[in-house]
């Protein structure tokens, strides 16, 4: 019996060096790509989107994928995170880059998880179609308050802002949201989630404070979404209420979806294919929509093949 314990313990070492020797591997590669001039600064760019990308759906996954609970205002939630980072970033020039950009990422992050408590609390007694509209319908608001405040620039954008993000912090930033949030599912905490989304009343029966939990996983999900608003703001160096319309929250809501609800895996392939097609695309301008859409379906398609066909090995083999 002590053997089979310690060859779990040995393999999920094993497991997380090759994890880790992975991450390094592949940056690495990146890096050296980008220094003998194979990866040119357009690419760099989407590779950096697509980092951004991975920490809003990664992050998202939590309340859709693992809660269970269909939100759409992420995209005011990143709103948030990168006006909050944009502003302490301007305001506080004082202060060197190197600890400026961290602040101010932080600093996004708290300001969305502070509008996840305030939504959160009222909303996740709803479920459904009811959460979802609601969700959405804070996203929309946070648009239109952002639009309407000279301020931030209203509808001509909030300019100025310091380009501080790098793919370095980006692809880190990434790295360790993922290795948080698969933290959290595997943690006590992340149990009672998947408890919740399994069955509420059955979850409520065995002792899960269900709120508590409800609330754990979405003011995460915003933080994280917040973190990756930042990181937004300080590679564009501009902000614009329109990019953050309910077609943002639909278009990572797409990518969790087609990547697997629930699969922190799924999430970070799609995240990278359906940054990266759009701008492969790109050169098919009369098509572009047609193919993207029909990639989307041969996606789905495949991915519901290979669900059944497990299935279908299950029934037939239950042991």
Known sequence: MRFGINDKKLSLKVKIAIALALIVLVYAVIQLMVHFGLINRYWQGILLSVCINIILVVSLNITTGFLGQLTLGHAGFMAIGAYGAAYITKTF???????LFPLGLLFGGLMALVAGIVVGIPTLRLKGDYLAIITLAFGEVIRNILLNLPFFGGASGYIGIGRYTTFTFAYFLAVLTTIFCYSLIKSRSGRAILAIRENEIAALSSGVNINRY?????IFAAFFAGIAGGLYAHYMGILEPKVFKFDKSIELLVMVVLGGMGNLKG??????????????????ASYRTLIYALALIVMMLTKNSVFLKRFKKSKEDPS
């Open 267 to 284: 999430s970070i392939f799609a995240a990278i294919v359906l940054t990266v097609l759009p701008e492969v695309l790109r050169g098919l």
């Open 93 to 99: 020039t004082m202060l060197p880059p190197i600890v």
């Open 214 to 218: 409800k609330i754990i996983a979405f």
